[in-house]
């Protein structure tokens, strides 16, 4: 299922760049990407929760040097911290004899202590390659039960393929259990799992919201500090999104707290307690899931360079998602489902605060037309291959 566009993208940013870091939540999809790319050339693979691999590191310069004419692939890096230095060391060895050296390519389930590994050693020799799962455009989708398989099961490569949608759930659930009770103690969080779920459930009522961490930390009986403290580790861990507010040089009374997404929409449906999805249909959620459906695959083909918030002031005007792009372009998106969605005013009214070169109106249909006020309405996947079509 992976597009020649994921692995074109990793394989640019090998020849950008010494080392880079592919990351992302256990089982998205990293390892399947990286021996992907490793087919192309002449590459060495080390599982580095395999005791074998990890053990043929126990002298990591003999062992890159005597692979210095391949790509390294080194998987779950976290399991081996102090490789960041010794590559570090090969690296700038390489810069001063002027020639070039051994490729780098880091996989890792994303945690606070790989990033801060790998920007206190690599700092400037790294690039971070982020993995989400299945996109709309990854899976293909020729027809609309495709994408709404996809928004439903989410991402996940199991959960999308599943047999079932109760596989899927099953699936899910086994996941959410395996990372709280696992996965989040193994790197090095002491949190009692049933808690960090119950806020993980908690944000998924919230989904698209912005939060009150006093009501959050009272439903925990914990401190504040605590809750926010929380909330990082599932950032961090790429499992829930902050979307921050965009208030540079607007003259008007913005709402600055941001709003937090369950990044996976399978995982979202799955805390809620969502079977299928004719129950999500009448479930509350129905409109902010596919409005996190929709940034979440935007944003997993936006590039670095771009900055993604959104906008709304103390008076209602809104804007879903704004996307500062390379170059003046500013792009105002709103976000709808229906087939025959409208915009309020207060949109209009925020793109010009914001002053938008592009309006777009994502809904759940699958043409592209004008509406007044120089507005696009558009399908998810044909704004994502104008996205990629502009080559930004």
């Known amino acids: 299922m992976l597009t020649r566009w994921v692995t074109e993208k990793l394989e640019e940013a090998l020849r950008r760049t010494p080392a880079v870091a592919l990351i992302g939540p256990r089982q998205v999809g990293k390892t399947t990407l990286a021996l992907a790319v490793a087919k192309r050339r002449k590459a060495v693979y080390l599982d580095l929760e395999n005791p ?3 053990l ?10 005597r692979h210095r004419d391949k790509l390294v692939i080194l998987d779950e890096i976290q399991r081996a911290p102090d490789l ?6 090969l690296i700038d060895k390489n810069r001063r004899e002027g020639r070039i050296g051994e490729q780098y390519l880091l996989l890792g389930s994303a945690s606070v202590d790989l990033l801060r590994q790998s920007s206190e050693s690599l700092a400037g020799r790294i690039h971070y390659f982020e993995i989400t799962g299945f996109n709309a455009l990854e899976v293909q989708s020729q027809e609309p039960t495709d994408l709404q398989t996809l928004w439903f099961r989410g991402g996940f490569p199991e959960s999308y393929l599943s047999a079932s949608d109760a596989l899927a759930m099953e699936w899910q659930e086994n996941f959410i259990r395996t990372y709280l009770e696992r996965d989040v103690p193994q790197m090095g969080f002491r949190i009692p799992s049933a808690r960090l779920r119950r806020l993980w459930t908690m944000l998924a009522h919230l989904q698209g919201e912005t939060v009150n961490s006093s009501k959050l930390a009272a439903n925990l009986e914990v401190g504040g500090k605590t809750v926010s403290y929380y909330l990082d580790i599932l950032v961090d861990l790429l499992l829930v999104r902050r979307l921050m507010s965009w208030n540079a040089n607007v003259k008007k009374q913005i709402v600055k707290s941001p709003h937090f997404y369950i990044r996976d929409s399978g995982l979202l449906h799955r805390l809620l307690g969502i079977r299928d999805f004719e129950s999500l249909l009448s479930n509350p959620v129905l409109g902010k899931s596919w409005e996190g459906f ?3 695959n935007i944003l997993s083909i936006l590039p670095s360079q771009a900055e993604a918030f959104f906008y709304r002031t103390a008076a209602g005007a809104e804007i879903d998602l704004l996307l500062k792009l390379p170059g003046p372009e500013t792009w105002s998106v709103e976000i709808k489902r229906g087939a025959a969605p409208k915009l309020s005013r207060g949109f209009h009214t925020a793109s010009e605060d914001v002053e938008a070169t592009q309006k777009y109106l994502i809904y759940g249909g699958a043409d592209e037309f004008p509406i007044k006020q120089e507005t696009t309405v558009i399908s998810l996947e044909r704004f994502m291959n104008k996205v990629q079509q502009m080559g930004i």
């Open 84 to 89: 960041f230095m010794v590559l570090r060391g």
């Open 294 to 296: 929709v940034i979440e």
């Open 56 to 65: 043929k590191l126990s002298d990591p310069l003999a062992f890159l040097d």
């Open 52 to 54: 074998g691999d990890l």
